[in-house]
């Protein structure tokens, strides 16, 4: 099995639009004939070699690809592997380092009955993902952050069985968490692992869409 592939060096953040919008032009692109499978490794290949270059904005794109696959196999790393490809899984030292770049600034939080849409240099973040970099931010001394990670956290119980993203972040905050986190890729093995426990089976989800945005 190919060895996880390093965190690439930063180099700049695209906004959620033109990810979204290069995405679509690619899956537009593939040959309709292709098996869903095989469409699925071929987009997300081209996505994680834009994040392989350092542009981050399309490994937090992949982040997310990466949890609805494991949410549709029923937390099977073993098969998201098999679909995405060896060495592509996007591990726990790739999303902190995604987490730790995500300019929150420009991060799209619409309150509650807010009809507004996204500017295009918006930053849109599944709740689970937005948790995530509450989380690390709040660790390195961010007072605003750790205020919103503690509201955000008070209400998890009453959304953990409607979104079942949730299990990613629990997972995501066992990791981070523990006495000496680790700064090299885990790799799919050690996600599987009983230590950090793997994303707990949610039902199959449909292929994925625009990210459900945050409240």
């Not at 499978?37 to 997310?64: N, V």
């Not at 060495?87 to 730790?100: D, P, Q, V």
């Not at 973040?125 to 509450?134: E, M, T």
């Not at 050690?190 to 039902?203: G, K």
């Amino acid at each position: 099995m190919a060895e996880p592939a390093p965190v690439p060096r930063f180099r700049s953040f695209s906004a959620t639009m033109r990810v979204d919008a290069l995405v679509s032009d690619w899956r537009a692109a593939l040959p309709v004939e292709l098996p869903t499978e095989e469409r699925e490794r071929q987009l997300y290949a081209q996505a994680f070699d834009a994040y392989l270059e350092g542009d981050y904005g399309f490994g937090l794109w992949c982040w997310h690809e990466v949890d609805r696959l494991t949410n549709a196999f029923n937390g099977s790393v073993r098969e998201v592997t098999r679909v995405l490809g060896p060495g592509r899984y996007l591990g726990f030292s790739h999303r902190k380092a995604i987490a730790e770049q995500v300019p929150i600034e420009k991060v799209y939080r619409p309150r509650k009955g807010d009809m507004s849409t996204p500017r295009t240099d918006a930053i849109v973040l599944a709740h689970y993902q937005l948790l995530c970099v509450y989380l690390v931010r709040s660790r390195s001394g961010d007072p605003k952050s750790k205020a919103q990670l503690d509201i955000a956290l008070g209400e998890l119980e009453d959304r953990r069985r409607a979104d079942p993203f949730l299990r990613h972040f629990e997972t995501f905050r066992r990791l981070l968490e523990r006495p000496t986190a680790p700064e090299a890729a885990p790799g799919p093995a050690s996600e599987q692992a009983p230590s950090p426990a793997a994303p707990a089976p949610p039902t199959p989800e449909p292929p994925r869409g625009r990210r459900a945005k945050s409240s």
